[in-house]
């Protein structure tokens, strides 16, 4: 992250290659808005809460922003919940231009922003409803225990998406939810590789006490 205002990985680069292909760019533009809505009202939260922003890493599961500073468990909780806030604000106003003037992709738009947002209030590690999850628990319990209440809450909200998914598919509804439910799977698994190495720091500084 050093230097780069965003940090692509290869998964997230193949993603977007496919993106340009398969999508028109009317469709690219409604769903490229709502994402930086959505990131635009993190990076303005972090400014009002006095933190740095540094830059942000796509990854396959989605995006994640670094930022200089320690914005405390409700400051984190804040930041994470101004993305979601900023998607349904923006839903409104697509929602409202679509309505003025009968566009097809602004419609589109505002139904992708109320999903995105919706998907990531869910309390699941790497999404910002997990964030906001893991920050109250840790406040109200400690930062150990929360983070170990939120790990079961988010795994079992995992298995919950893909288990409803993948009924539905059987029923002949249709993949979408199975596939929301692979993305939450992936962000769940890209948490867990990430916080590892934490819990292992945590090990060693009770050995030395």
């Known amino acids: 992250m050093k230097g780069r205002p965003l940090d692509l990985s290869p998964g997230a680069a193949l993603a977007f290659a496919l993106l340009l292909v398969l999508l028109r760019p009317g469709e690219l533009a409604a769903l490229a808005l709502p994402i930086l809505a959505h990131e635009l009202g993190h990076v303005l939260a972090l400014l009002a809460l006095g933190q740095r922003p540094r830059g942000f890493q796509a990854e396959l599961g989605g995006f994640r922003l ?12 804040l930041i994470a919940a101004a993305g979601p806030a900023a998607g349904v604000l923006y839903a409104l106003a697509a929602a409202r231009l679509a309505s003025a003037f009968t566009l097809r992709e602004a419609e589109l738009s505002a139904g992708l922003s109320l999903a995105l947002s919706g998907m990531n209030l869910l309390p699941i590690r790497g999404l910002d409803g997990g964030e906001i999850l893991s920050c109250l628990l840790s406040a109200l319990t400690g930062e150990e225990r929360g983070e170990r209440l939120c790990a079961g809450v988010s795994c079992l909200t ?8 993948l009924q539905l598919l059987l029923q002949g509804g249709g993949g979408g939810l199975l596939l929301a439910g692979c993305w939450m799977l992936l962000s769940e698994l890209r948490e867990a590789s990430l916080t590892e190495p934490t819990a292992a720091r945590s090990a060693r500084r009770r050995a030395r006490r």
């Open 158 to 165: 995992v298995l919950l998406v893909f288990a409803l998914g």
């Open 66 to 77: 670094h930022y200089e500073g320690e914005a405390g468990p409700m400051g984190r909780a």
